[in-house]
């Protein structure tokens, strides 16, 4: 069971836009930022959004990232095919006095 | 360009110990925090713990406290993650990664090291 809450899954056609949210506390998204993490099956997570909304240089403003109380969300604008993947939240957590992540959303296009 | 390259994959029989390494390049190794993920077979993402080069303070999971020991060699530039008292559970995907500048995230990861823990 994971500390932050993910959907299991998401889906969407190609242009869409798809939001995927993350769910937390007060001990961890509601007092720290929020890290978000795409991985593709057999490869390393790649950083896509970090301190709640910033992008890395390289990744496409079609991906943006929201916070607001313990929930955050990533959404994905103008949805592509090579955008099926694994989406991760991250935060850290004060009581914990560590990280902790979503269990992950697995993003289809249709 | 920053580079974490990690060491092969291992099997191991239960009760053993493994010990991964992660090798830093294109940057100044004690400027960043690193921090150990693993990942078990189609599974999420899991935190381990961190360390800090510059000073060798570490931070360990709860789950993992007295069974896992995070190192680094500054002369070397390489991070290592030693696991004891495997299990059957312990197989998995472990993965390095760099914390970003004055963020609380991680922008570069090795290419992760496959630990087969068999019973």
């Known amino acids: 069971q994971s500390v932050l809450t993910q959907p299991p899954s998401a889906s969407g056609t190609p242009g869409q836009r798809v939001t995927i949210s993350c769910s937390g506390s007060?001990?961890?998204?509601?007092?720290?930022?929020v890290s978000w993490y795409q991985q593709f099956p057999g490869t390393a997570p790649k950083l896509l959004i970090y301190?709640?909304?910033q992008r890395p240089s390289g990744v496409p403003d079609r991906f943006s990232g929201s916070k607001s109380g313990t929930s955050a969300a990533l959404a994905i604008s103008g949805l592509q095919s090579e955008d099926e993947a694994d989406y991760y939240c991250?935060?850290?957590?004060?009581?914990?006095?560590?990280?902790?992540f979503g269990g992950g959303t697995k993003l289809t296009v249709l | 360009q920053v580079h974490l390259v990690q060491s092969g994959g291992e099997v191991k029989e239960a009760g053993a110990s493994v010990k991964v390494s992660c090798k830093a390049s294109?940057?100044?190794?004690?400027?960043?925090?690193i921090t150990w993920v693993r990942q078990a077979p189609g599974q999420g993402l899991e935190w381990m713990g961190w360390?800090?080069?510059?000073?060798?303070?570490?931070n360990y999971a709860q789950k993992f406290q007295g069974r896992v020991t995070m190192t680094t060699d500054k002369s070397t530039g390489i991070a290592y993650m030693e696991l004891r008292s495997l299990r059957s559970d312990d197989t998995a995907v472990y993965y390095c990664?760099?914390?970003?500048?004055?963020?609380?995230?991680?922008?570069?990861w090795g290419q992760g090291t496959l630990v087969t823990v068999s019973s």
């Open positions: 990664a760099r914390h970003k500048d004055r963020t609380w995230s991680w922008d570069y």
């Open positions: 991250a935060s850290w957590d004060d009581s914990l006095h560590g990280w902790v």
């Open positions: 007060s001990s961890n998204i509601g007092s720290n930022t």
């Open positions: 301190s709640n909304n």
């Open positions: 360390i800090s080069p510059s000073n060798g303070n570490a």
């Open positions: 294109g940057y100044t190794f004690t400027s960043n925090g």
